[in-house]
């Protein structure tokens, strides 16, 4: 991967309404660190030279300048987000003006990836053109309609996670339209704009996103798991 130029667009536009707490969620603290910082400094162990840009509410700005420098994090830039996650993205990927290869999104909440699995995720991209990082669903499902409900066959469902990495050229052309309701994540953009057929690859239990009380209960554990590992 050292040729290969990367650029990463890290998304940090929540609220913390689901939360609860006194700060955004992407400014609490798990294993002494805010979110957000991990998840930044993950992204640059993996790719040293990359170009990564953070994107921010226009009110949060100011407040991240001065809580960022509190702790050791790596050197990135700064863009305001919008109102939709679309528009934060279209941005970040505006605010990359550097010739790169390939151009990695993240949600700002989801700071475990390992480096193994960023790496394997970004030759899959320049291999294919996108990878989208999956695990196996392993609970039921069961789809409610007018009339009741049935049951889902999970053997053919996947839990998606990030980055998303795509080509430079493929995703700047994807983000090249108006917002759409069926945009989801970013490779349903690509899906809805280009003719390119996303492709997956392994994700992994631990990449988890962090929206919840819960879900800090479960962060604190895996950091503390990680630590212990090194």
Same mark, same amino acid.
């Given at each position: 991967?050292?040729?290969? &130029? ?15 707490? =006194?700060i955004p969620k992407q400014f609490a603290l798990v294993d002494g660190e805010p979110i957000l910082? &991990? #998840?930044?400094? $993950? ?22 300048? $001065? ?9 990135? #830039? ?18 990359? *003006? ?16 390992? &480096?193994?699995m960023i790496l394997d995720a970004a030759q899959c991209a320049v291999k294919n053109g996108s ?5 196996? =669903? ?6 409610? +309609? ?11 469902? *996947?839990?998606?996670? +990030? ?13 090249? #339209? ?5 945009? #989801?994540?970013? =490779? ?15 994700g992994e239990r631990t990449n988890i996103k962090i929206t919840t009380p819960d879900d800090m209960?479960?962060?604190? =554990?895996?950091? &503390? ?6």
């Amino acid at each position: 991967m050292e040729q290969v &130029k990367v650029g990463v667009v890290i998304v940090a536009g929540g609220s913390g309404s689901r939360m609860g707490g =006194a700060i955004p969620k992407q400014f609490a603290l798990v294993d002494g660190e805010p979110i957000l910082v &991990k #998840t930044i400094n $993950n992204f640059a162990e993996a790719f040293p030279t990359a170009k990564i840009v953070v994107v921010l509410p226009a009110a949060q700005m100011d407040f991240w300048k $001065n809580y960022s420098a509190r702790f050791r994090v790596a050197r990135h #830039t700064t863009v305001e987000g919008g109102e939709q996650r679309f528009y934060s993205v279209k941005n970040g990927i505006e605010a990359i *003006r550097e010739q790169v290869d390939i151009i990695a999104i993240q949600d700002g909440v989801r700071p475990f990836g390992s &480096k193994q699995m960023i790496l394997d995720a970004a030759q899959c991209a320049v291999k294919n053109g996108s990878a989208i990082p999956v695990i196996d =669903a392993v609970d039921s499902f069961r789809e409610v +309609t007018d009339s009741g409900s049935h049951i889902i066959d999970r053997t053919k469902l *996947r839990v998606v996670q +990030t980055p998303q990495i795509f080509e430079a050229s493929l995703i700047r052309a994807a983000y090249d #339209t108006q917002f759409d309701s069926s945009f #989801t994540d970013d =490779a349903s953009v690509v899906e809805h704009t280009t003719s390119h057929r996303v492709v997956l690859c392994s994700g992994e239990r631990t990449n988890i996103k962090i929206t919840t009380p819960d879900d800090m209960v479960i962060a604190e =554990a895996i950091a &503390k798991a990680i630590k212990e590992s090194r």
